[in-house]
Every structure is written in structure tokens, then in C-alpha cells.
């Protein structure tokens, strides 16, 4: 198959702010194959929600010596800029142009792709407006497992989910591009 590196990425909020980012997840897919991860706990400079810690078991103790998306802006445009990347649904772009915004910077310079779109295209008769598309439910139809709402593991799942589709369709990352 042609073109099936990319890479993916997903992070977890304080709170209700998309921008109040303490965890951030980032897969290197290349040839098909998982070659890097990286996981990065974040202090958000915010208060958190009881509802996002009962979540994802981040909170204010855990990220407390952490550096904070201010100091991370450098490694993230080292480690993403001029890629694909990929997240599931637009939850996550949000929350990275929010902080990047939210400190005076620019957007990635990334070109996205979206894994629930990505799905809902794939198996059209699975996903649709009468049956959800979330990430927990996709993987579990393909049979991935991992632990949900940890920012590395679902930016693993949404990998594999992308790859999956790309196997079910004969569609590379080029043509899901072209897709968009």
C-alpha cells in the first residue's frame, strides 16, 4: 500500500476550557507501523474539574512540577510541523489552536485528518447519524483495546483506527487527503 505515515495525537483538559491542556498524547506512525510515542504530562496554569479528574485521574498534585504548554510550543513544532496529523473528531485541534491562541501563537503548521470522518467514510453503514462514532465504540468494533482517556493510548487507538480504514478501503493517507 502507498503512504501510511502520519501521525496522531489526542490530549485531555483541566476543565471545560478545550484549551486547559494537562496531558498530550502523539503517535509516529510510519510505514504502517507505530515507530514513536511520546506522552507529556502538561500543567494547564488552570483549575481543574472534578468531572475531567474523575475522567482521566489527572489533577492538580499530578502536574504540579510540569512544565507548561508555553515551554512544550517548541518541541511541538519540532515534532509536528509539516506532518499529518491526525485526531479523533476536531475535539483535539480545537484544544491545541485554543492553547496556542491562548499563549500568541500561530497554529500548527500541520495538515489534519480527522478519524472519526475517516470511519464514518470507511463503514458508512456502521457509523452513521443513528449510531455514534466515538472513539471507545469505533475501537471496540475493530477490536482495539486500550485505556480510554489517557491521552497516549487514545492517540494510539485513533492510529490504528486510521490504519484499519486504510486496509478495509485500499485508501492511503494520500487518498484519505484527497478525500477531506
Not at 504548554?69 to 517548541?74: A, D, G, I, N
Not at 485541534?93 to 500548527?108: C, E, H, S, T, V
Not at 478519524?115 to 466515538?134: D, H, M, Q
Amino acid at each position: 500500500m502507498g503512504n501510511l505515515t502520519f501521525n496522531t495525537i489526542d490530549v485531555e483538559t483541566a476543565n471545560a476550557d478545550p484549551s486547559s491542556i494537562c496531558q498530550i498524547g502523539i503517535v509516529h506512525i510510519r510505514g504502517g507501523q507505530i515507530k514513536g510515542k511520546v506522552s507529556v504530562l502538561v500543567n494547564p496554569e488552570a483549575v481543574f474539574n472534578d468531572f475531567n479528574v474523575r475522567l482521566h485521574g489527572i489533577d492538580q498534585d499530578t502536574i504540579s512540577d510540569m512544565e507548561t504548554f508555553l515551554r512544550l510550543v517548541p518541541r511541538l513544532r519540532r515534532i509536528l510541523e509539516g506532518t499529518v496529523l491526525a485526531s479523533h473528531t476536531g475535539f483535539d485541534r480545537m484544544a491545541l489552536d485554543g492553547a496556542m491562541a491562548r499563549y500568541g501563537f500561530a497554529p500548527l503548521r500541520v495538515t489534519w485528518l480527522d478519524s472519526a470522518v475517516i470511519a464514518r467514510r470507511a463503514w458508512p453503514e456502521k457509523y452513521n447519524r443513528r449510531r455514534g462514532w466515538g472513539l471507545a465504540s469505533i475501537a471496540g468494533d475493530l477490536g482495539i483495546t486500550f485505556r480510554h482517556h489517557d491521552a497516549l493510548e487514545d492517540a494510539r487507538a485513533a492510529g490504528e483506527i486510521v490504519l484499519r480504514a486504510c486496509q478495509h478501503t485500499g485508501l492511503d493517507i494520500d487518498g484519505w487527503l484527497s478525500e477531506s
